[in-house]
């Protein structure tokens, strides 16, 4: 449609995007080509997002036609992923690769309620692609980078009103609130939560070092992370907090490289 352009693709970790439950369009409400959003617990405002990540599963659950569900999994969780007959190129891709592999995935965000009022978050995917480790590991930091960003901003509110009338999308005035206000009022962000679940992904990629880099990198060395060090007491607190049924599922996947064989190329930003 004139006059919407294309949303730039955020980058958000699966904890985050599992913990979302907030939607609304931007304008108009009753304008059914309004973008619509999902808001995230630390104020990142979703069309399209990024993902980077172990496709640990896919099969087709369609009837007549073709319709792939897949799971993406990085360090902090796992988020499915749809494509069908109105993602035929997505569709296609998800269907010729055989997990477990790593991938890029960029798609809208939908919000399903359950029976019992859960919500449940998906991808409807809009291009897939096979990619490297180097690749994985170059958007867990990139991630990182960007949740680190959207925490100083909350941050760096001023305290929530106690006696102030909770402020809804469709009560917005004509200058709305800032993304991340508005995500503060909506979920309470506890930012200390969400600056463990950053730091858990960071300290994944120690594992992709230690087979190369061990007498290069000395193993009491704590890894440098943005605003702060991650001690070993800490990483073994976090490692303890792993839900019991997701260790499998995060686990890392090593993929040796055929001789010879071209490096993969960097992904484009998308736009």
Known sequence: MAGFSREVARRVFAEELRSSNYSFRDGDDQY???PQYLLTPTGARCNRVFLAGTLTERDDIGGDTEYWRGRVVDPTGSVLIYAGQYQPEAAQVLANIEPPAFVAVVGKPSLYQTEDGSTIVSIRAEAIRTVDQETRNRWIMDAAKRTLERLNDLKRLAPLSLSGEFSTADKAAASPPLDVERAREHYHTDAEHYRQMM?????SLRADLLPEARAAVPEKRP???????????????????????????VKIFNFGKKPGAR?????KEEN
Do not use: F, G, H, M
């Open 199 to 203: 730091n858990k992904a960071l300290t």
């Open 223 to 249: 890894l440098a992370v943005p605003d702060q060090d991650i001690s070993t007491k800490t990483r073994a607190a976090q490692e303890e907090a792993w839900p019991e049924e997701e260790i499998d599922e």
């Open 32 to 34: 059914q080509y309004a």
């Open 263 to 267: 490096p993969a190329k960097k992904p």
